[in-house]
Nanobody, 121 residues
Framework: QVQLVESGGRLVQAGGSLRLSCAAS????????MGWFRQAPGKEREFVAG????????YLADSAKGRFTISRDKAKNTVYLQMNSLKPEDTAVYYC??????????????WGLGTQVTVAS
């Protein structure tokens, strides 16, 4: 099993920045990809960004390109999501996930409990 714990979500003003963190523990050798998803009230969960653990290759959803950056610290087993120029429509619960294929949302099998991000207008 892989355990994922997110942190960093909070209330922020539109235009502001936020960095989310996700600490992984457990049988992390099974993790080839880590990613961030989000789910807004009344909407389906959507993929935001993913990163290949081995070489740091990243894949971002169109909604994240130009504003969000995903990175990882291998020594800390931690993945980050840097979010800039935040908009009210970025308000959601953000989930960290681990899986086997960076760019295939269906291949993420381990999930954290989520962290709330609220962007005030």
């Amino acid at each position: 099993q892989v355990q994922l714990v997110e942190s960093g979500g909070r209330l922020v003003q539109a235009g502001g920045s936020l960095r989310l963190s996700c600490a992984a523990s457990g049988r992390t050798f099974r993790t080839y990809a880590m990613g961030w998803f989000r789910q807004a009230p009344g909407k389906e969960r959507e993929f935001v960004a993913g990163i290949r653990w081995s070489d740091g290759w990243t894949y971002l959803a169109d909604s994240a390109k130009g504003r969000f950056t995903i990175s990882r610290d291998k020594a800390k087993n931690t993945v980050y999501l840097q979010m800039n120029s935040l908009k009210p429509e970025d308000t959601a619960v953000y989930y960290c996930a681990a899986g086997t294929v960076v760019a295939d949302p269906t291949q993420y099998t381990y999930w954290g409990l989520g962290t709330q991000v609220t962007v005030a207008s």
